[in-house]
């Protein structure tokens, strides 16, 4: 892993909408984040990977498994590599847009008074 790589550590109770996100947010300020899941976790991990690179955000760098014997016991990794697009600014800096125009809407229907 080089100095411009993040590391975002997958877990099974992660899903993939907060796993895009938090992607997102390691990507806005380097080039490449490692995705590690267990074996539980894999699925989601695969699932954000895939719907990242489908929206254009990102690109598939590299994709392995690790094994390491801790304790007589195997620990498996699974590791997904993606680098940002060309697009990713763009692309991000609209979402976030969206993002708080949604949540600015959100806050005036919960502050508005209710006629009873």
Request: aromatic share 6%; hydrophobic share 30%; no cysteine.
């Amino acid at each position: 892993m080089s100095q411009d790589t993040k590391e975002l550590r997958v877990g099974f109770r992660d899903n993939s909408k907060r796993i895009m996100y938090m992607a997102k947010e390691l990507l806005n300020n380097s080039n490449t984040v490692d995705l590690v899941a267990g074996t539980g976790s894999a699925t989601n991990a695969s699932r954000a990977a895939e719907a990242l690179k489908r929206l254009n955000y990102v690109t598939y760098s590299n994709i392995k498994t690790e094994t390491v014997v801790v304790e007589n016991s195997r620990k498996i990794r699974f590791v997904i590599t993606l680098t940002k697009t060309s697009d990713f600014k763009r692309l991000y800096d609209e979402n976030e847009a969206n993002r708080l125009k949604k949540q600015e809407e959100r806050k005036a229907l919960e502050n508005k008074p209710t006629n009873n």
